[in-house]
């Protein structure tokens, strides 16, 4: 048995989404605010019946608001409550639920025979819908109906002069609902979904099925038996030992000795229906118990004489007696139970082993330990260990079929190193016991969010589910968020696909995280294109740039990639002229009938391989379809070797030669420098430009195109160094394309009492 999919519904930026989990690792990946903790809390908050009462007005999507006050609106106008609709229908469409679809086989059947919707089920999906919804909608009209009507009536006495208009509480049905009354009235109910009735999401938007009206709420928790679900929070409770608020020992959650403490309880304390492993123990305890006593009377017969002297105990009082007792668990409840061994001390010397308490040690092992020994209490938990076997009810003795594990960003004080490490180890861990190393009867299921691409990074591709913005398309409408499955993007086994998975896990995954991204040609580009955004264009340098190094023969191999993830992309590439019948590698000129041997430029955008129709092509045909992509490359300029000569056209060839004409005077003082910088130094004295171009050429094709990046920034302060016309244009665009993305929320009148967006 396992969870096949999710779909999650008017939960925050998840309007309807569609999360396929993989049998074994599901890591949620995306940029920031895309939706990815949103997905984990429905998860949490849905699935553990414990935490529904954490559920808030704000986990309502921000726009169904507008209609949910509409239906408010509704009541209060109405003067005929019998003509009112009180039916559940209005609400569904508005309110957060999860769809949870399981795989399960016919041999399973007994777990979930609860759960058949149909006599004629022979074994695969299953479904349940938990939705948030109104316990009675009847009492709840009648309470906000009753209140309001108060609120205005003390409203309208205190009016002084008809000039003071008060606003008193509520003012709309959401402002009712947020004031401790959400869970007075809602609750989560959980329904049956028909296997026959599901379809297939489209771009990853989920199509939930409608519930007929005579469907009945089952009456008991529909997963009770059946999972295990177990959380590691994103906020765990480590803190410096010298902060004053430093939590103590009772309220850090993370503490490993807090941990340990409690495995100890469930699973080995021996004086906890003991067997024979713990005779040896308990003997041990209670001969310390004897001597400690002994010591004790001893120690307080003095003081307890003194008593006696002053009248007390008199002869009907009871007399005094001072006895011990020794709980195992007791040893282990103070700050230094967990000490870390300093390495290289021992006791050859007689001396004693150097060590520390565990909060003197990083917070980023305390994490990793922290996690790691969760991991294993969690499936020892499960797997019932130890002594937690024995305390259980007879009806809670059958292990539930299936564990599902929620990791809320792991990455915390890791560097990047142990945050691979642990992500690589964490399932193994999970799976580590006897009965289920081998075994197909229990199933674990890991869901990890993430923000690091480190983490992305160890992970198979096919198990990244990537969280992808989506722009609020009307009015009173907010941006959402829909899931991108990776697995269907890498599935295919071909060039293309073994190339963008080989390449990605060479540059740790950036793209997963980023708002944008930027493909370049060179080293020459890359070094130098993050000094022109941070002194010439604020806005991208406050956004989260990733910059790729990608050769224009290679860069449309992502272009699947880039198309799936929505993500705003500037390719800067070269014009690569070459003959026309030829592979030779030419001066890029005017109407010689040359092409360009770019496959970016053939292949992607804009898929014209004819050197005069790229060199005359406008801004926009530069832009795709879907107005997410861009590509940039030389374009022509006119320049002038001496300072107030005639300008004349010149068409560089590739980004070094368009950068030393985008800064004529800068090269030109550059007399004394070296290799390919000196060679453009030199071409920049001719008095003829052909000339000048000529020679930048044939410097171009032998010359090392990064070590000129390097001495460049090296002996020139970057902010000194102009943009080259082509590469300008594009960071023009990119900047306000993501300008016009970031305006999240449209401005419209708000009428419903809530506050503009």
């Known amino acids: ?71 408010g609106n509704t009541w209060l106008e109405c003067s005929n409550p019998e003509e009112l609709n009180l039916s559940i229908e209005q609400w569904l469409p508005l309110l957060p639920s999860i769809d949870i679809w399981l795989d399960v ?98 771009d990853g938007v989920a199509k939930p099925q409608k519930l007929p009206e ?8 529909p997963f009770e038996g ?16 010298k902060t004053s608020d430093s939590p103590g020992l009772g309220n850090t959650a993370g503490s490993l000795t807090t941990q340990l403490r409690s495995y100890f309880d469930k699973h080995l304390n021996p004086s906890d229906q003991p067997n024979e492993d713990d005779i040896e123990a308990l003997i041990a305890i209670e001969t310390a118990t004897k001597e400690f ?44 139970a967990v000490q870390f061994n300093v390495p290289n001390s021992n006791d050859t010397s007689g001396q004693s082993l150097l060590s520390l308490p565990e909060k003197y040690n990083g917070l980023g092992y305390q994490n990793l330990i922290s996690m790691v020994f969760k991991l294993i209490r969690f499936r020892d938990e499960w797997m019932r260990k130890g002594k937690a076997a024995k305390v259980l009810d007879i009806g809670d003795s059958i292990i539930e079929p299936l564990h599902l594990v929620l990791i809320e960003e792991p990455e915390a004080h890791l560097h990047a190193q142990v945050q691979q490490v642990f992500i690589k180890k964490a399932y193994s ?18 869901v990890v969010s993430t923000h690091s691409s480190h983490i992305a990074h160890e992970i198979d591709f096919g198990c990244l589910r990537y969280f992808r913005k989506c722009p609020a398309g009307i009015k009173n409408n907010v941006p959402c968020a829909t899931v991108v499955n990776l697995s269907t993007t ?38 130098l294109l993050p000094h022109f955004i941070r002194h010439n264009f604020s806005i991208l340098d406050s956004l989260y740039i990733t910059v790729l190094e990608i050769g224009g023969s290679h860069a449309h191999r992502l272009k699947p990639l880039i198309d799936d993830l929505g993500l705003v992309t500037l390719v800067v590439t070269d014009i690569d002229s070459i003959e026309e019948n030829k592979t030779t590698k030419v001066m890029p000129e005017r109407d010689k009938k040359y092409r360009s041997s770019n496959d970016t430029l053939k292949s992607w955008l804009p898929k014209i391989e004819d050197l005069n129709e790229l060199l005359n092509l406008p801004a926009n045909k530069k832009i795709s379809e879907n107005s997410l992509v861009r590509v940039a490359y030389q374009c022509p300029l006119n320049v002038s070797l001496t300072e107030g000569g005639v300008q004349e056209e010149v068409i560089p060839y590739t980004f070094e030669d368009a950068l030393v004409f985008s800064n004529i005077t800068l090269f030109k003082d550059m007399t004394k420098s070296t ?73 419209s009148e708000d009428k419903t009492g809530g506050s503009k967006k």
């Open 1 to 71: 048995m396992k969870i096949e999919f999710v779909e999650i519904q008017n939960f925050r930026k998840l309007k309807s989404c569609h999360i396929a989990l993989s049998g074994k690792e599901t890591v949620f990946v995306g940029a920031n605010n895309s939706g990815k903790t949103s997905a984990m809390e429905a998860l949490i908050l849905f699935l553990k019946p414990s935490r529904r009462k954490e559920i808030t007005t704000t986990d309502i999507t921000l726009s169904n608001w507008h209609n949910i006050n509409q239906i």
């Open 105 to 202: 086989d016919i041999t399973e059947i007994h777990y979930v025979i609860n759960l058949i919707p149909k006599l004629s089920w022979t074994g695969g999906k299953l479904g349940v819908r938990l939705s948030f919804e109104p316990k009675n909608i009847e009492e709840l009209y009648k309470e906000f109906n009753k209140v309001f009507g108060s609120a205005a009536e003390i409203a309208s006495k205190n009016i002084k002069d008809g000039k003071i208009k008060l606003s008193l509480w509520p003012q709309s049905l959401k402002e009712f609902l947020e004031k401790q009354l959400l869970h007075r009235h809602f609750s989560v109910k959980a329904y049956l979904l028909d296997p026959s009735q599901f379809s297939n999401p489209v």
């Open 214 to 221: 005579d469907s009945l709420e089952l009456e008991s928790e």
């Open 226 to 241: 059946l999972f295990k679900i177990d959380i590691i929070n994103a906020q765990r409770g480590f803190s410096d030992p």
């Open 293 to 336: 006593d002994k010591k004790l009377k001893d120690s307080f017969s003095s003081a307890i004489s003194e008593l006696q002297g002053l009248g007390y105990p008199g002869f009907s009082d009871p007399q005094i007696t001072i006895t011990s007792k020794l709980n195992p668990i007791d040893g282990l409840n103070h700050d230094s």
């Open 429 to 446: 861990v999970l799976r580590k016991h006897e009965d289920l190393e081998d075994s197909g009867k229990l199933s674990t299921q890991m």
């Open 490 to 527: 890498f599935g295919k086994d071909d060039d293309t696909s073994k190339f963008a998975t080989r390449y990605l896990k060479t540059t740790h995954c950036d793209l997963f995280f980023a708002d944008a991204a930027i493909f370049v040609e060179g080293p020459a580009e890359r070094m």
């Open 675 to 747: 290799g390919l910088i000196k060679k453009m130094s030199d071409a920049l004295s001719k008095t003829n430009l052909a000339e000048a171009v000529k020679a930048m050429f044939d410097a171009l094709i032998k010359g090392k195109k990064a070590e000129m990046a390097l001495e460049l920034i090296y002996q020139k302060d970057p902010k000194d160094i102009c943009t080259p016309l082509y590469i300008s244009e594009g960071l023009v665009w990119l900047q306000q394309k993501l300008k016009d993305k970031g305006q999240d929320y449209l401005v």
